[in-house]
């Protein structure tokens, strides 16, 4: 009798074991403001932090005030959001670079707005990145943009923490000129939210 029933029953276990695997499989993260989920019109959120770029055989440090827009879509695809602002002030760097002498590089940031979408690497969950896309940066003499400098393009995908974008480590993307020499940026950017930090998680 037990044989029958478990017989039965093979079918449509295996029916819902299968249905299970792939909505696992599919899962993308979303945006968290705290313990809530993010809505799908768009929240305004202030960052700024620190960040280290190195291009041009120079070490750059910046000071950074950012903003863009974050929302999860309706759906339940992956959440998305939108840089835009993005500036870099206070430029420094100690050595001097083919381009620059020393203390006179900056960074600037182009064709704004910048696109980005979560995504999770495996196993799901176990680290959550922001893939910020067509990011553009010019590199070069402060005062002369547009005539001494160089413009680098790719994309950045800096790892979602609790209320922060850790930049920089393996992943973290790399920007590349039109000569295929790399840029590379480190740092911490913060979101700033009242009522909750902003992070990102599977559902």
């Given at each position: ?20 695997v792939p909505a696992a499989a599919q899962a993308t993260p979303h945006w968290y403001k705290g313990v809530t989920l993010v ?97 553009r940066l010019w590199v070069g003499c402060a005062g002369s943009a547009g005539t001494v400098g160089d413009e680098f393009e790719g994309t950045l ?47």
């Open positions: 009798m037990r044989s029958k029933l478990f017989a039965s029953l093979a079918p449509l276990l295996a029916i819902t074991a299968f249905a299970v809505g799908s019109s768009p929240v305004t959120v202030a960052t700024g932090g620190a960040l280290t770029i190195n291009a041009l055989s120079a070490t750059i440090t910046c000071k950074l005030t950012d903003s863009e827009e974050i929302w999860n879509p309706i759906g339940g695809g992956a959440g998305e959001d939108l840089m835009t602002t993005f500036t870099l002030s206070g430029c420094k760097n100690k050595v001097a670079s083919a381009a620059c002498p020393k203390g006179a590089l900056t960074v600037k940031a182009e064709a704004l707005p910048w696109r980005s979408l979560l995504y999770s690497t495996p196993p799901p969950g176990s680290v959550i990145r922001d893939e910020i896309m067509k990011v995908t800096p790892e979602v923490g609790n209320g922060v974008l850790n930049f920089g480590g393996p992943g973290g993307g790399t920007l590349y000129d039109s000569g295929s020499n790399p840029l590379t940026v480190t740092g911490v950017d913060k979101l700033k939210a009242s009522k909750g930090k902003i992070t990102a998680k599977d559902p």
